[in-house]
């Protein structure tokens, strides 16, 4: 498999809901660092997986709306735990739409997955990878 990668970051507020949580539940800030791997069995005729400045700028857009913001107070995600596993699959939605709208310089047929990895601290990460 080929594989590019592109890393942006956030800095967010959340809280969580329920005791397994401990002192999260209350308001606190996070800085993650977010990995999207592009995955693909072939290379296109370029001799790319995507457009790497497509990639950037996709991953780029997908952050905006919640670099910098309380996510308790976004309506989309009323009612849920944004834990790092519930934002890997969120922002690999994301990509996903992007990817099947053509916006990566490849027809999103072509790609085999997406990977988004979240970065919490140096010693803990989760991800989400799935087929397109």
């Known amino acids: 498999m080929f594989t590019v990668e592109v890393r942006d970051h956030i800095m967010i507020a959340h809280s969580f ?3 397994v949580f401990g002192p999260a539940q209350a ?3 996070a800085t993650f660092v977010v990995d999207a791997a592009f995955i693909a ?3 296109d005729e370029n001799g790319i997986v995507v457009d790497i400045g497509c990639a950037l700028d996709v ?3 997908t952050l905006k ?3 910098y913001s309380n996510l308790d107070d976004n309506p989309e995600f009323k009612g849920m735990n944004t834990t790092t596993e519930f934002l890997t699959k969120y922002i690999f ?3 996903a739409a992007a990817a099947r709208s053509g916006t990566l310089g490849r027809d999103s047929k072509e790609l085999h997955a997406i990977r988004v990895t979240i970065s919490e601290s140096h010693v803990a990460r989760a991800w989400y990878e799935a087929a397109l």
Request: glycine share 12%; charged share 20%.
């Open 65 to 67: 709306p919640l670099n």
């Open 27 to 29: 308001l606190h800030g």
């Open 41 to 43: 069995k072939t290379l």
């Open 59 to 61: 991953l780029k857009a």
């Open 93 to 95: 939605d994301q990509l």
């Open 17 to 19: 809901r329920g005791q």
